[in-house]
């Protein structure tokens, strides 16, 4: 089955909001064996939307529509789908009796708007809005067996929606022999080039399963998708594969997963091992311990750090020396290596980073923009220092830090 993704909505095609919605929605298909052929986004023009459905209709057999249900003018999705395929709209009373419900407990008068959001197709098959006011539809077209599944925008309604009704429908109308099941394969400190490189071959030869490299910021992953009938032998071909990959470039491989993060693997590493980690930052400005600090339970292994931008607040939160200071100059790694010393004494943790250097956008100490110096002290090895030359922007610069910094303290972990 072929399925095409259609977002409407004008704040999408400015660019003022990111459609996730269609990447939620592919991933979704994806599990159900339906495979996603088309993506496209329309702004709120009832013209434009009829042309793209026309289009969708003679290459889809599933067309996917997301936003556009709502109360306000400029919501046509139902009314130009409708329109489209014939058919008329009337209420729906469980979702009439909800939105009535819904005015009469906050005492306050609906307008007739409202409505809108409950209307269905005559011949269509309600899907009932599990976080929200806006139904959706499920119809198809007995002219030209196109399947139409009209869905709210909000993420917060969609999704839900989603996974309680339009997942269980799809799987009993349109069950699939074959359904697609994919790893993904995280890497730290190597580039996408290079790592599509050491895997030329493999990307060239594949068939089933495939390989996929997406850059991320300061990291790649690694997409490996087969299709199959069955699980185990689909399980077992990822394993091989995955088997191929890390003997060439396993070394900078850290960790699964489409939300995982060097920052969550370092965690739950430093939780493993029941030890802690400080920090003492200048030039990221505590975005390294901004970045622990959204991970759940991080508490245990992190009690707090420093932020010393000034030279001043280095000398009096560190009691790192003046002198050492003056003399040496704070982009220096005489500075970074002081800064993780005297944040580890200070903290009584195991491990501390130093984060110091120029961000920009102007030179500092005669150092120029993106020099920075990176220092992990251990409880047991001591100080070790890095420094690095990162070309970009500042918050580029400073983002490249931290991930610098977790990747020394997720070597010093892993050793």
Not at 139 to 165: A, C, N, V
Not at 322 to 351: F, I, N, P, R, W
Request: hydrophobic share 40%; with cysteine; net charge negative.
């Amino acid at each position: 089955m072929k399925a095409e993704i259609i977002a409407v909505g004008t704040e999408i095609l400015l660019g003022q909001i990111v459609n996730t919605n269609a990447t939620f929605i592919a991933q979704e298909l994806a599990k159900l064996g339906i495979e996603v052929y088309h993506q496209s986004v329309v702004g709120d023009n009832g013209g434009r939307l009829a042309q793209s459905l026309s289009i969708a209709e003679k290459r889809s057999d599933l067309i996917v529509l997301c936003g556009g249900l709502g109360p306000t003018p400029d919501d046509l999705t139902k009314q130009v789908t409708a329109k489209h395929v014939g058919e008329t709209l009337v209420q729906n009373p469980i979702g009439q009796e909800k939105l009535r419900h819904f005015f009469e407990k906050r005492n306050t008068a609906m307008t007739e708007n409202n409505l809108l959001q409950t209307l269905v197709f005559q011949n269509g098959e309600a899907l009932q809005n599990p976080t929200g006011l806006a139904i959706g539809i499920f119809y198809t077209d007995r002219e030209t067996k196109s399947h139409y599944l009209l869905l709210p925008g909000p993420p917060k309604e969609l999704i839900p929606m989603f996974q309680q009704h339009v997942v269980p429908l799809l799987q009993e109308r349109f069950p699939q022999k074959e359904k697609l099941y994919s790893r993904v394969l995280r890497f730290y400190g190597i580039g996408e080039s290079r790592l599509v490189t050491e895997l030329a071959d493999l990307i060239e030869q594949q068939v089933n399963p495939t390989i996929a490299s997406y850059a991320k910021q300061n990291e790649v992953t690694l997409r490996l998708t087969v299709k199959t009938a069955q699980e185990p032998v689909g399980q077992r071909l990822l394993d091989q594969l995955e088997e191929i990959i890390l003997k060439r470039v396993g070394q900078f491989f850290y960790g699964y997963g489409e939300e995982n993060s060097l920052a969550k693997v370092v965690v739950q590493r430093l939780k493993s091992n029941d030890e802690r980690v400080t920090a003492a930052e200048s030039l990221t400005g505590g975005h390294f311990q901004a970045m622990l600090s959204t991970i759940p339970g991080v508490s245990s292994v992190f009690p707090g750090g420093f932020v010393t931008y000034s030279t001043q607040t280095k000398s009096d939160f560190l009691q790192i020396p003046m002198d050492l200071l003056e003399t040496y100059g704070t982009v220096s790694q005489e500075c970074v290596e002081a800064m993780a010393a005297q944040s580890l004494k200070l903290a009584q943790t195991d491990y501390s980073l130093a984060f110091t250097g120029v961000a920009g956008p102007d030179s500092l100490e005669g150092q120029e923009v993106g020099t920075v110096w990176i220092a992990l002290a251990t409880k047991n090895q001591g100080v070790v220092s890095h420094c690095y030359h990162f070309e970009s922007h500042r918050e580029g610069i400073q983002a490249s830090a931290v991930m610098a910094g977790l990747g020394m303290l997720y070597q010093a972990l892993e050793k």
